[in-house]
């Protein structure tokens, strides 16, 4: 959700910052600017729009600068405008700054300064901490940034990553971090700040997380940032290494992220399966999770909190911790619970489920059950973000960097990880028998090849119906047991990426006033498996056609049955119950892609989303 790079060193600053603007758009596109210092002072580019458009702007005409900020914005605060964009400016020109997050408290400081004659040029909260600054900094003339950073954040309340530059100091990047990320990548005489390691990986792969309250100067020309607390806590920072490659940033020859990432989903399974699978006897490990093990399997029940897909994943982890180990689970959307007041304690296990590691209600529930000295533990993607670091243990998915706003591999990874996690609890709880744990394991180490034969097979016949599905107004998904998250899933990317309105039901549910909406110009989508639920699911689409709805099957291969209920059927291999969900997901992932390509939207940044929701 917004996205900063800053950079000091040798390079010629703009350039680079646009490429990492570039490499960072998914977490916001509304507009973008960036500033560049030098002794003459600042020049400062930002305009509504997409970063290509900046790009255009400043062709030849961006000053050859070493030191310089830049942002991609995701508007919270004041509409995306020209004004509104990033960076801004402080009313004596000493600070130019960009900002993800939020200032609570904006409007108390901004009454506060215009009391002082200070006038404001956008309605951004930003604008406000940049002014804010800057005062301080007139308030306490013989202090270092240091002391000046600590008396301007002391009073700030909310969230943010900043970036700033200062006139006086030209080769002076001042970072200040609270919840919003920020990275620091050291390389040989140059250091590039940025919200993600996508823009940092093509210079370095060291980098330092900037923790919660902390800041840094990166002086230009040095390797090493230097850190300090906003409050009293110090530390000796760590240099991490980051083993995502350039090849996992780029789209590789893909008209999208999401196709390539779709297509990325046999070697996401393997990645996380990798390590964890021992034979003879077929067991589960999870190094990650090893050392809480005790405290998980006293657990009375286990709550799982997520938002978006990530919820969705919750939604099936429930069924797989479930029928697999036998502990109850509940599924909570993060931002429901956390202002719920949850009776939560330290017999609890609350698992967060995050892509990103960053989303901001799922890190806030994880903050209050931890508060209320439950377990927590992480189910994430992006190594070292925000989420890992500060729940007691957990276990990554290893999908790879996902880019495209719309989840996919990492979805289908974190079902893998959830599945692995359901069998290393029940098989330690003695829950589950041996035929059914052996099975699922041999199932799940084929699933990649299983994946990579559906993904081939289906993509055409996907992109014929999507030629009819596009037309559609609306849509709805229907599945029960193991798929009614599936069916949530399949709508979700439908309507975050094509905008067609689509919603996803449990079959049965559907009798109770979805059925109003069906009519012939009515496309549904019923998963039905040749599972324990495939005569009712034929009870539903029955239904469903009673009232002369469109209906597309997502089907078990073999099954020629369900050909004389459906007017498509899209045939997924047959495995079994537990995992077929990473298999139907397929076809649904297909359809909302080449739906939204042919409606010629804009797929990898559908309007109004960013990829990684820092804001509540
Ligand atoms: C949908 C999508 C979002 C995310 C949600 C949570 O395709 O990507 O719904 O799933 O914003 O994000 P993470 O998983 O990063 O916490």
Request: proline share 5%; aromatic share 8%.
């Amino acid at each position: 959700m917004c996205g900063i790079v800053a950079y000091t060193g040798f390079r010629v600053a703009a350039p680079l910052l646009v490429e990492g603007l570039k490499r960072l758009e998914y977490r916001g596109y509304d507009s973008a600017g960036l500033a560049i210092a030098s002794r003459e002072g600042f020049s400062i580019y930002k305009q509504a729009g997409k970063v290509s458009a900046l790009a255009r702007t400043i062709e030849g005409i961006a000053p050859i600068g070493h030191t310089g900020i830049a942002h991609t914005r995701w508007a919270t605060h004041g509409a995306p405008t020209d004004a509104n964009a990033h960076p801004h400016i402080s009313y004596d020109g000493e600070i130019v700054l960009v900002h993800n997050g939020i200032i609570e408290n904006y409007a108390a400081l901004r009454s506060h300064l215009s009391e002082k004659g200070i006038t404001f040029s956008s309605e951004t909260d930003t604008e406000v901490l940049t002014h804010w600054i800057a005062w301080t900094r007139q308030q306490y003339p013989n202090s270092s940034w240091e002391e000046i950073i600590r008396r301007a954040f002391a009073p700030i309340e909310g969230t943010f990553g900043v970036a700033l530059l200062v006139r006086s100091h030209p080769d002076l990047i001042v970072l200040v971090r609270r919840f919003s990320p920020l990275l620091i990548g050291i390389g040989e005489g140059e250091l590039i700040a940025a919200s993600d390691a996508t823009a940092i990986i093509p210079y370095t792969r060291r980098v330092i997380h900037l923790e919660e309250n902390e800041a840094a100067l990166l002086y230009g020309g040095r390797s090493e940032p230097k850190l300090f607390s906003l409050g009293e806590k110090q530390r000796t920072p760590q240099v991490e290494y980051i083993d995502w490659d350039l090849a996992s940033i780029e789209r590789g020859g893909y008209p999208h992220y999401m196709l390539k990432e779709i297509f990325e989903q046999p070697t996401a399974l393997r990645d996380c399966m990798r390590g964890r699978i021992r034979q003879e006897p077929l067991e589960v490990r999870l190094g990650g999770i090893s050392n809480v093990m005790d405290r998980i399997l006293s657990a009375q029940r286990l709550t799982l909190v997520g938002c978006g897909t990530s919820w969705h994943a919750a939604l099936v982890g429930e069924y797989l911790i479930e029928q697999l180990a036998r502990v109850p689970v509940e599924v909570e959307y993060a931002s429901e619970f956390r202002y719920r007041d949850p009776v939560i304690g330290p017999s609890d296990v609350v698992v967060g489920i995050s892509q990103s590691g960053e989303t901001a209600d799922t890190l806030a529930a994880l903050r209050l059950a931890k508060h209320k000295d439950a377990l927590v533990l992480g189910i994430t993607n992006v190594v070292g973000s925000s989420i890992p670091r500060e729940t007691h243990a957990g276990i990554y998915i290893h999908a790879g960097p996902e880019i495209g706003v719309a989840s996919t591999k990492a979805f289908t990874a974190q079902l893998t990880a959830l599945t692995l996690f359901a069998l290393h609890l029940g098989a330690s709880r003695y829950a589950i028998n041996r035929h059914l744990h052996d099975t699922l394991i041999e199932t799940l180490l084929r699933l990649p090849e299983l994946i990579q034969e559906t993904l081939q097979k289906l993509n055409e016949p996907v992109q014929t119906l999507a030629e009819k599905f596009m037309h559609a107004s609306n849509a709805l998904y229907l599945g029960r047991g193991y798929n009614f998250p599936v069916a949530l899933e399949g709508a979700l990317k439908l309507k975050e990426i094509s905008y067609i309105h689509a919603e996803g039901y449990p079959a049965a549910e559907m009798k109770h006033g979805p059925i109003a909406l069906i009519d012939a110009g009515m496309p549904v989508i019923v998963i039905a498996l040749r599972d324990s639920l495939y005569e009712k699911v034929l009870g539903n689409i029955q239904e469903v056609r009673a009232r002369g709805g469109q209906v597309i099957a997502i089907a078990t291969e073999g099954d020629t049955h369900i050909q004389h209920y459906a007017e498509e059927v899209l045939y997924v291999p047959d495995v079994p119950e537990p995992l077929s969900p990473i298999l139907t997901v397929l076809p649904l992932q297909l359809l909302a892609y080449h739906a939204a390509v042919m409606r010629g939207c804009d797929v990898d940044q559908p309007r109004n989303l960013a990829k990684s929701v820092t804001v509540e």
